[in-house]
């Protein structure tokens, strides 16, 4: 379900992206930074609906308020030459991994439990099979 | 739950998609999209750049003030010896000259006894007139210079005619010269001059002062085989 949203999300987004109108190159630092920010929210999201522990205020204010912070603060390093926007990138970079792992595990851990299940069930109707066998003769 | 994280997708991958836009059709090299360091490392180029230029510059200026001083110099031979031409030219008479002198104009009569004026007649004047300070002569057009022939031809018949410059000369002969005219005049006129002797033998001689004459050049080339 979550999936169908996201990809959904991606398609539509494309497309009117696509058709955008440009914007100067001088505001393209600032676009990628609250980029970063925003994917990792994103990821964020995911993680925290997997864990069952999503909330929407947070979820909001978290994308938006990433995405602001991390522009006003690549404008404050270049007011102060100091590439404060090299921070925000290892910060949220650091946290996709972070949720990207926990997404993976929770899914491997759903797959792996699916095809233990199935096994077991196998293992049972087999057991069913010979007893059933065992009873005619 | 979904449609929110469906939205921010959406936003996600909005924002994404113009940025690629951007980078895609942003020319970085243009000096408008360069960063600053770039722009004082280029700008550091172009100075040093610049440094070379100028110094090449110099280089070339001085070189070139160098070919002036020579052309000046040459110049200033060049016009001497355009000056030296044009004398030699003028003295040589390769050169239409203007200035004072007389014109001496001789008819011959028809008196049958009394002999033609032929070429000795012609050069006893030009002889006079050399004496006299003559700077340049011409008979009938026709220049004397250093190597002008003045003969007769056919001189035992009676169709005799005068020849200078390889060229046939016919009566009546104008003898243009330049020089001081009453110098000139007076070689030829009075006691023993030449143009007496030939009045009194008959000849229609008359001499004109003019104040400004010209005599043409000597139209032939002057060539020379043996000279080394």
């Known amino acids: 379900m979550?999936?169908?949203?996201?990809?959904?999300?991606?398609?539509?987004?494309?497309?009117?992206?696509?058709?955008?109108?440009?914007?100067?190159?001088?505001?393209?630092?600032?676009?990628?930074?609250?980029?970063?920010?925003?994917?990792?929210?994103?990821?964020?999201?995911?993680?925290?609906?997997?864990?069952?522990?999503?909330?929407?205020?947070i979820f909001i204010t978290g994308f938006f308020g990433n995405a602001i912070l991390s522009i006003l603060l690549t404008i404050l390093g270049q007011k102060l030459n100091v590439d404060i926007y090299l921070a925000a990138i290892v910060v949220f970079v650091g946290r996709m991994f972070t949720n990207l792992a926990i997404i993976r595990r929770y899914y491997v851990d759903k797959w792996s439990d699916k095809f233990k299940k199935l096994k077991q069930q196998e293992d049972k109707e087999e057991k069913n099979k010979q007893e059933k066998v065992a009873e005619s003769e | 739950m979904t449609i929110t994280i469906?939205?921010?997708?959406?936003?996600?991958?909005?924002?994404?998609?113009?940025?690629?836009?951007?980078?895609?059709?942003?020319?970085?090299?243009?000096?408008?999209?360069?960063?600053?360091?770039?722009?004082r490392t280029e700008l550091a180029n172009w100075k040093s750049r610049y440094d070379d230029t100028n110094a090449q510059y110099e280089e070339v200026q001085s070189t070139i003030e160098?070919?002036?001083?020579?052309?000046?110099?040459?110049?200033?031979?060049?016009?001497?010896?355009?000056?030296?031409?044009a004398t030699v030219n003028m003295n040589l008479g390769k050169t239409d000259v203007e200035g004072e002198g007389i014109i001496v104009t001789l008819r011959e009569t028809d008196n049958e006894e009394i002999s033609q004026?032929?070429?000795?007649?012609?050069?006893?004047?030009?002889?006079?007139?050399?004496l006299a300070g003559a700077e340049a002569i011409s008979i009938n057009d026709e220049r004397i210079i250093n190597m002008t022939d003045i003969?007769?031809?056919?001189?035992?018949?009676?169709?005799?005619?005068?020849?200078?410059?390889?060229?046939?000369?016919?009566?009546?002969?104008?003898?243009?010269?330049?020089?001081?005219?009453?110098?000139?005049?007076?070689?030829?006129?009075?006691?023993?001059?030449?143009?007496?002797?030939?009045r009194t033998i008959g000849h229609d001689v008359t001499i004109e002062k003019?104040?400004?004459?010209?005599?043409?050049k000597y139209d032939d080339e002057i060539t020379t085989k043996y000279i080394q």
Do not use: H
């Open chain 1, 2 to 57: 979550i999936f169908i949203a996201i990809l959904i999300g991606c398609i539509l987004g494309a497309i009117i992206g696509i058709n955008a109108p440009m914007i100067s190159y001088t505001y393209s630092s600032y676009l990628a930074i609250a980029i970063i920010a925003a994917l990792d929210s994103v990821f964020g999201g995911i993680t925290s609906v997997i864990n069952k522990n999503f909330d929407l205020k």
């Open chain 2, 117 to 130: 004026i032929n070429a000795d007649d012609l050069l006893v004047i030009v002889n006079a007139l050399k």
């Open chain 2, 6 to 39: 469906g939205i921010a997708c959406f936003v996600l991958v909005l924002v994404m998609f113009m940025q690629f836009k951007i980078v895609n059709e942003t020319d970085i090299t243009s000096i408008e999209n360069m960063r600053e360091t770039e722009l």
């Open chain 2, 151 to 198: 003969v007769n031809i056919d001189a035992n018949t009676d169709n005799l005619f005068v020849r200078i410059n390889g060229q046939r000369i016919l009566a009546p002969y104008i003898i243009k010269a330049i020089g001081n005219q009453s110098y000139l005049e007076s070689a030829l006129v009075g006691k023993g001059g030449y143009v007496d002797e030939l």
């Open chain 2, 66 to 85: 160098e070919y002036k001083k020579t052309k000046e110099s040459n110049e200033e031979t060049e016009k001497l010896v355009d000056d030296e031409l």
């Open chain 2, 210 to 216: 003019k104040d400004k004459m010209t005599i043409l």
